[in-house]
């Protein structure tokens, strides 16, 4: 790839020359997809991005929300894909990397990550390599830096097969008083790159995310995928810790894609300056790198700061304390971006052009039809068993597993459940997080689909007694030169944007990945959403039966299995099912009751429908005597809805009234046995059983 | 009375330690290793981490650094010096303790709670428990798997030098319990001297009771 002959118009326009190789480079990386978000930012004014909560909104490293007025937290989500696909462990462990350095370049400390991940079938050879090589790489990555894995998702679609999806998302803590922004501040001030010498790994990786898979990928794409550190990274994270500390940052950007042409830009540009680097200053691990190389190489693990000159020294010894790397590259300046190198002018643009000044795409879309009912019959215990062991809605066990989440000492509720909570003891908050999607729901139907994948996110939250403070998205979609494949991907934004909307949920920054094609075609269109929300204290109901309560299910059915696991089973299709009108309100009520002393346990309905929640919520000591009236309620699974155990069952009706149906279910019993009367149909599973279902995952990998 | 916390490059579970302590009312702050250890320290903990990336062996690194010659000799003076997860590995590395922890049977990292029972309840580390008394902590390590030979594990056991097993709720030794392979599913050990301790568990994960449960502390008030 390399820049198109109207970019090269438009770029030969502006600087009154044709560009050099150096800035030709940069203009093709920084006006990539994947940098400029030329076929999404069109759509993306569709989101609502501001509440009184927000401190720092889209645009930065990462957003800022107030938890308290004292006490912030950073979201921010990346994506790793096309890297993941060509080498599965070193590409998931850098989309670690990449999203907990913009959690550092706030001035915060990173304290919980989330993975949502989406691959082939489980029953293919490959998936299972992807899938195995991306957890451990997450794992040997977020495990070594000390940063909890706390929550995410998994799912496997035949879709993903030839383009699997790692999306990360980090959440940061930090007292108010010490934000720093990616803004440069003043001219003359120092640029000092921290970390990583730059060898020539990862060259080229912007425009690589932004162009479809190729078939000989895995091979021919190698040199564009970087390799991590953890070590480097977990001193980097001490070292900007300690710089932030004592006040020696005035603003700071990591180096991801683009690298550091890209990091140095925008930094300067997002001030209204420009900058004059010399090349020949930075640091590097491999000989005789050119002009284009050091400003384009995505080596891991480095930091760019900007810092007034009498710090400079402050921060030279701080970087030698932890033994890295650090080099005073130039200066933030009035006028031009300029890179000089050998004692030539390399780059010479204007900095808000190169980083700004990219052309929108106005792409042709097409929206997908929505299916007819056309259900089939099904004996109805095996839809149960097989929609309760699918891999997508199995236990996730073997994953989280192998991520700690608990060091830091902030996970009161850990994964596993519907959402984690993280005590913010400086605040007295729980901050609960929850992050994912469902690609089933959002190729049945896109639009539709990704609202209910915002709502369920919201009511992960409220299940723990939590109500949505902000969310930040990851937006994956295919080619998006295919009509009906940006069709599909703007009906994910604009779900995603009036279901948040409805929810008062400010989306506060996010990732755009398009070009996920292959020769297998088209990812689903996936609207990762990561949401947090706040809650008093840190203490939550747990998802699993107490044995001693009646089961209400709250919230409203929609009707309908269109999307369901149950669909991709039984075969047969179906339109997708309605959402509630008021879903602030079942949200905050659903938080009410979670809070609320006579409530044992509360678990949401989504993924598998009611079968999956009942099932994940027996224990050996505690199951459910269950009445539905038949399989479609059985396997609904319309979000918006939860299980709750409660010793008052009035009391929830109260709190609900005029808010969401609340449907008895039953009783809790205590013998560790799930018993279903569906319609004219008697269920029966002891909770060793159900657990050998649930544990497919594991059985198969281990 | 200031416990030490030894920082290493890579240590990442040192923040975690001083607050489990300063909860319980143990005064201690992190130490960076190159700084060395201050003179009148009353206790040394080697937190849980990745110290050098564990890149060429859990703790073989960190074993070398200098702060390590320091920590020998408070040792030897008796002052009470603690190795947990990667902090144990460092202690085996270094000789403070006998054995070696290496590589899980699962070969794969392992985040889960576990149940140690208590060996030996005469011990600093251990006297805030009932001898078989059950505790449940979390583990987190991918080189977990106590390992020693024939002979040298029947001296640790003759001299009551093993301070927990992996066991079930019900206090059982069993090979189902033994979440990575270790030799008579030792989770813990004692050095020369009870006064130095190394265990794979995290102690300092069940310390705060607004995560994780309390079980863990009695061995943190082994510095008290």
Sequence with gaps: MSLSDADHELVVAELGREPTTAEAALFENLWSEHCAYRSSRPLLSAFDSESPDVVVGPGDDAAVVAVSDDTYVTLGIESHNHPSYVDPYDGAATGVGGIVRDTLSMGAYPIALADSLYFGDFSEEHSRYLFEGVVEGIADYGNAIGVPTVTGSVDFHSDYEGNPLVNVACVGLLPAERLVTAEAQNAENKLVLVGNGTGRDGLGGASFASEDLAEDAETEDRPAVQVGDPYTEKLLIEANEDLVDAGLVQSARDLGAAGLGGASSELVAKGGFGAEIDLDAVHQREPNMNAMEILLAESQERMCYEVRPEDVEAVEEIAEKYDLGCSVIGEVAEGNYVCTFDGEVAVDVPAEYLADGAPMNDLDAVDPDQPERDLPRVDLSEAFEAVVGSPTTASKRWVYRQYDHEVGLRTAVKPGDDAAVMAIREAEKGLAFSSGANPKWTSAAPYDGARAVALENAINLAAKGATPLAAVDCLNGGNPEKPEVYGGFKGIVDGLADMCRDLSTPVVGGNVSLYNDSVTGPIPPTPTLAVVGTKDGYDAPPAAFSGEGTLLLVGTGGGALGGSEYLAHAGGSDKFPELPKNPAEVVAELAAVANDETTLAVHDVSHGGLAVSLAEMVTENAGADVTVDGALSLFDETPGRAVVETTDPERVRETFDGAAPVLELGEATDDGTLSLSVGEEQLVYTAEEIRVMRDVIARELD | ?224
Aim: proline share 4%; hydrophobic share 35%; glycine share 14%.
């Design chain 2, 1 to 224: 009375m200031t416990v030490s916390v030894v920082q290493f490059g890579g240590s990442n579970c040192d923040r975690d330690a001083v607050s489990a302590l300063s909860h319980l009312g143990i005064d201690a702050e992190r130490v960076w290793h190159e700084d060395g250890l201050p003179e009148d320290t009353t206790g040394v903990m080697l937190p849980g981490g990745f110290s050098y990336g564990d890149y060429l062996r859990a703790g073989a690194m960190a074993a070398q650094s200098p702060i390590m010659s320091d920590v020998y000799e408070a040792a030897e003076r008796g002052v009470p010096v603690l190795g947990v997860c990667n902090g144990a590995q460092v202690g085996c590395e270094s000789g403070l303790t006998d054995g070696a922890f290496t590589t899980n049977e699962s070969a794969r990292f392992q985040c889960e709670n576990v149940f140690l029972r208590v060996e030996n309840a005469d011990t600093p580390w251990t006297a805030a428990y009932d001898d078989g008394e059950v505790i449940e902590v979390p583990i987190a390590h991918g080189e977990g798997r106590f390992e020693i030979s024939g002979e040298r594990y029947e001296a640790l056991e003759a001299g009551e030098k093993v301070l927990f097993r992996y066991c079930d709720a019900d206090g059982n030794v069993t090979d189902a319990a033994n979440p990575n392979g270790s030799t008579g599913n030792v989770a813990g050990i004692l050095g020369e001297r009870a006064s130095v301790a190394v265990l794979m568990p995290h102690p300092e994960r069940a310390t705060l009771d607004d995560v994780g449960g309390t079980d863990g502390a009695g061995i943190l008030r082994g510095f008290d």
